[in-house]
């Protein structure tokens, strides 16, 4: 399992707490199933699957959330309709995060 190190941007300090918990629950489970977890953080995997905000403006793009979204489209592209939505950003991101973590031997995403 790949899981996104939590890094607090912009929010209040009640958020960062909430985040921080909600992903030691993940955490928390895997483990007691037994499920490895590999962590990373934000920027490394992105700077690997090439989806930071230089390769977005290189590639015509304003804004990070699309670019994520076209990535996506391109290696998925029978499913690009789950990534069609401006608010399916995050759901592009997690399967990049997903295609990053089979890259680097996550045997479970």
């Given at each position: ?25 993940v955490a ?21 699957m090439c ?59």
């Amino acid at each position: 399992m790949v899981l996104e190190e939590p890094i607090p941007v912009g929010a209040p300090k009640v958020s960062y707490l909430s985040q921080g918990a909600n992903v030691g629950v993940v955490a928390g489970v895997a483990g007691a199933l037994g499920i490895p977890v590999l962590w990373v953080h934000p920027l490394s995997w992105k700077r690997t699957m090439c989806v930071t905000s230089r390769d977005a403006t290189a590639n015509g793009f304003a804004d990070l959330k699309s670019f994520s979204r076209h990535v996506a489209s391109g290696l998925f592209p029978s499913h690009a309709t789950h990534f069609a939505r401006v608010r399916d950003h995050d759901r592009a991101e997690a399967a990049l995060l997903a295609v990053w973590g089979m890259l680097h031997g996550a045997t479970t995403v």
